[in-house]
């Protein structure tokens, strides 16, 4: 996020007051290269041992704008234990909403005057096979032209209740956001208007971008030449 991006009646990147994470989180323990177990590592890179690690919560102040759009969104009508954590890293700040609390704070955001994110730029999906209980994340990013602010919120959902609830009817530009987070990583929006695919065809089974995906493919042939497809291949697991 640059200067540029900053309320001119606030301050600057630079003179925002640091509000780093104390704590980091580690979600997962990578091993091996490319998830390889065992004797089947040829790799040269079996006791590689790499944790995934997420920054953590910040406390306030946060610094900055920062605090006032923190106050105003935990004091609008219901959203009063809304806000999981918020973390502030690289000078950018993150809400993590829950995610039974996600379309009220929507609407609040969009509509207080303090506030106006009006311009929903969209959301991705991610997918943490080793963050037990919230394996996927939605993550949306907000801009507000009024004072000239950007946000991030964060929903977590268990990969067992993949659903968050659809906003849509806040911001009508996440229609096809949605469907492409519900096409490539299976979290279902609730109260979407039409959750279909996107990218892939009506009947394709699974979701491409979750980690747990098969590898797959097909088989090719050249100049007499046979590769079979990667699912095929050596096992490394």
Same mark, same amino acid.
């Given at each position: 996020?640059s200067d540029?991006t *900053?309320?001119?009646?606030h301050?600057?990147?630079?003179e925002?007051? !640091?509000s780093?994470?104390?704590e980091?989180?580690?979600?997962e323990? $990578?091993?091996?290269?490319?998830?390889? =177990?065992g004797?089947?590592?040829?790799?040269g890179? +079996?006791?590689? /041992? /790499?944790?995934?690690?997420?920054?953590?919560?910040s *406390?306030?102040?946060y610094?900055g704008?920062?605090d006032?759009?923190?106050?105003r969104?935990?004091?609008?009508?219901?959203?009063?234990?809304?806000?999981e !954590?918020v973390?502030?890293? %690289?000078g950018e700040i993150?809400?993590?909403i /829950?995610?039974?609390?996600?379309?009220?704070?929507?609407w609040?955001?969009r509509d207080?005057?303090?506030?106006r994110?009006e311009l929903?730029?969209?959301?991705s999906?991610v =997918?943490?096979p +080793?963050?037990?209980?919230r394996?996927?994340?939605a993550?949306? =990013?907000l801009?507000?032209?009024?004072?000239? &602010?950007r946000?991030?919120?964060e929903?977590t959902?268990p990969?067992?209740d993949p659903?968050?609830?659809s906003v849509?009817a806040?911001y009508?530009?996440?229609?096809w =956001?949605?469907?492409?987070v519900w096409?490539m990583?299976g979290?279902?929006f609730?109260?979407h208007p039409?959750l279909t $695919?996107?990218?892939?065809?009506?009947?394709?089974?699974?979701h491409p971008q &979750?980690k747990?995906?098969?590898?797959g493919?097909?088989?090719v042939?050249?100049k007499?030449g046979?590769?079979?497809a990667?699912?095929? /291949? %050596?096992?490394?697991?």
């Open positions: 996020m540029e *900053q309320d001119a009646s301050e600057t990147r630079a925002l007051q !640091k780093d994470a104390t980091l989180e580690v979600i323990v $990578r091993e091996g290269a490319f998830g390889v =177990h004797t089947g590592d040829t790799s890179f +079996g006791g590689l /041992r /790499r944790p995934v690690v997420m920054p953590g919560a *406390q306030p102040p610094g704008w920062f006032e759009v923190a106050e969104l935990a004091s609008g009508e219901g959203l009063h234990d809304a806000i !954590k973390v502030v890293h %690289r993150t809400f993590f /829950r995610r039974e609390s996600l379309l009220q704070a929507a609040h955001l207080d005057a303090g506030l994110f929903f730029s969209g959301v999906g =997918h943490y +080793g963050d037990t209980g394996e996927l994340h993550v949306y =990013h801009l507000s032209m009024t004072h000239n &602010r946000i991030r919120l929903v959902a990969e067992e659903t968050v609830p849509v806040v009508p530009t996440a229609d =956001h949605e469907r492409e096409d990583f979290i279902v609730d109260g039409h $695919r996107i990218l892939m065809p009506d009947d394709w089974p699974g &979750r747990d995906y098969p590898l493919g097909i088989d042939e050249f007499g046979f590769i079979p990667p699912d095929n /291949r %050596r096992s490394y697991s």
